[in-house]
Nanobody, 120 residues
């Protein structure tokens, strides 16, 4: 199983970025998918997550600015980030609870991380 994240970069405060992550491999089912971030010197924290049925949850700090979505047919999860602030900077990781074709239960997998820098 691989989670391939893309879309990070440098943006000015108030700008927007869209992150994408695709799960690939011997997938039997892809359950909750989400985005976490880790700023320098801080613990990794949940940004947003979405179930297979489309139910979402967001960190309070990003509500109203970020939108998580997924395409179940393509096993992708996206994070639209608007109104970016310097405190949103960090490495963003996608994760997913995935059951492979050889597993009896789902495991949590992580993508490689993509850097988001918010600076003027």
């Amino acid at each position: 199983v691989q989670l391939q994240a893309s879309g990070g970069g440098l943006v000015q405060p108030g700008g927007s970025l869209r992150l994408s992550c695709e799960a690939s491999g011997s997938l039997f089912s892809v359950n909750v998918m989400g985005w976490y971030r880790q700023a320098p010197g801080k613990q990794r924290e949940l940004v947003a997550k979405i179930t297979g049925g489309g139910s979402t949850a967001y960190a309070d700090s990003v509500k109203g600015r970020f939108t998580i979505s997924r395409d179940n047919a393509k096993n992708t999860v996206n994070l639209q980030m608007n109104g970016l602030k310097p405190e949103d900077m960090g490495v963003y990781y996608c994760n997913a609870d995935i059951r492979t074709t050889t597993d009896w239960f789902a495991r949590t997998y992580w993508g490689q991380g993509t850097q988001v820098t918010v600076s003027s």
